[in-house]
């Protein structure tokens, strides 16, 4: 009887948390959003945005449970990384994102497909499609940032990446970064090695980001060292600073992909039917389940499908760590699921992602030549590991994946390689 007592006890105990971790979840997603719908001062406009998003946010519990042991790479070579922030301003002499692009291009985006076939070769977005799409962080843009960032003095630190553990970092020259100071060394590790996977696949819709190692007598940290102090933030620390852009909304998930459609396929029929925009913001959605299945991300449309079971309406509204700009390009932020994390708790989460991405027999053809590359020369995580080390100075403070989690990530290069492989078979002839 004792026994039943104790486990009665123990249930409640753990409900009692889950609620709780519920309620602030909600409550802190809110303000985030509430926050990024205004721009910063002296850009002088308001984007009021999607609905509040009131479903249940995925997970993030899983994320502070503490890192099993892990063999490192020469000393400490185990990554960290950064999340991007969610109400990001890009600085006065720099660009908004992808607002360069010419009239021409943005009116074709607008209108009814009239250029053709959306679909090449049975399962490729048509090459029409993808001269449409311009480059959203290209990597000469994107290494600028990192060589400017990491010279920049920090002035001010205050909330509005997130959680509270993270911090909007304002620079003495007025750009804005988030900073990301883990509960873990999971989360900083998973957002930098999504970053530069996505860099390998040719991904650019992931804003640039740095390492930083705290140091309250640097003179990067001089004038915020009180306010360091106060958060309680460990001092040498390594933390992750992402661009901050600015004018962001919610995206909720395209009619293909949710539970009551058939999925994401070289139907032309269907295909047809959407707007130039729609096809493109559709093509972004494919390069972000490739990126979301290969790094085994749970926290964005994978978590979605998950609260399916209670919440039938989820896929109605905003899709978590998903924004895009005022016109229409996708931008991937918050990947700190990816990974490290996402590989240790894969086993819960396997069979949404494998759900996910079977749902999707139509890729961007750069993406999947990338993707056979990787496959063929099973080199993963050589280059992934390079890549990291040539542009991260301070990748040796911060590590690797273990070899175990190298093998996952290239299994899973192999299972994304065989499914395209079947919707090639499946839709060639089409």
């Known amino acids: 009887m004792r026994a039943v007592s104790a486990n009665l006890l123990a249930l409640l105990f753990l409900c009692a948390c889950a609620s709780v971790f519920y309620v602030w979840s909600a409550l802190e997603t809110r303000l985030e959003r509430h926050k990024r719908r205004f721009s910063l001062p002296g850009t002088g406009s308001f984007h009021p945005g999607p609905s509040t998003d009131l479903s249940a946010k995925t997970f993030r519990a899983l994320l502070a449970v503490p890192a099993a042991q892990r063999p490192h790479l020469g000393g400490r070579l185990e990554v960290q990384n950064l999340t991007v922030v969610r109400d990001q301003t890009v600085s006065v002499g720099s660009r908004d994102y992808h607002m360069n692009v010419d009239n021409k291009r943005s009116a074709q985006r607008e209108g009814p497909v009239k250029l053709g076939s959306p679909v090449e070769d049975g399962i490729f977005w048509s090459e029409w499609l993808e001269d449409l799409l311009p480059v959203g962080f290209t990597e000469e843009y994107a290494r600028a940032w990192r060589e400017r960032a990491r010279g920049y003095r920090i002035v001010k630190l205050e909330p509005g990446c997130g959680r509270i553990s993270n911090q909007l970092a304002t620079f003495a020259d007025g750009t804005k970064a988030c900073v990301r100071y883990g509960i873990n060394a999971d989360q900083v590790q998973g957002e930098t090695l999504t970053y530069y996977l996505a860099s390998l696949l040719g991904i650019t819709n992931l804003p640039p980001l740095i390492l930083a190692q705290l140091n309250a007598d640097s003179e990067q940290w001089a004038s915020v060292r009180r306010r360091i102090g106060g958060l309680q933030w460990s001092d040498r620390a390594v933390v992750s600073l992402t661009e901050w852009v600015s004018n962001l909304t919610g995206v909720v998930t395209p009619a293909p992909l949710r539970q009551e459609s058939s999925g994401l396929h070289p139907l032309l029929e269907e295909l047809r039917n959407k707007t130039t925009g729609e096809l493109l913001e559709l093509m972004q959605w494919s390069d972000l389940i490739i990126l979301d299945y290969l790094t085994a991300n749970f926290d964005r449309l994978v978590s979605n499908l998950f609260s399916l079971q209670w919440d039938s309406r989820v896929m109605e509204r905003d899709t978590n760590n998903l924004l895009k700009t005022p016109r ?27 759900t996910v991405l079977g749902s999707v027999c139509v890729f961007r053809k750069r993406t999947t030549q990338r993707v056979v590359e990787l496959h063929r020369r099973r080199d993963s995580r050589i280059r992934l590991l390079e890549l990291y080390r040539d542009s991260e100075p301070l990748s040796p403070e911060l590590g690797f994946l273990s070899d175990e989690h190298a093998g996952v990530l290239q299994d899973r290069i192999d299972r994304l390689y065989k499914h395209i492989l079947h919707c090639k078979g499946k839709y060639s002839q089409l």
């Open 328 to 354: 229409g390009d996708l931008v991937f932020i918050d990947n700190e699921a990816g990974l490290v994390h996402g590989f240790r708790v894969l086993n819960m989460w396997e069979k949404y992602h494998n």
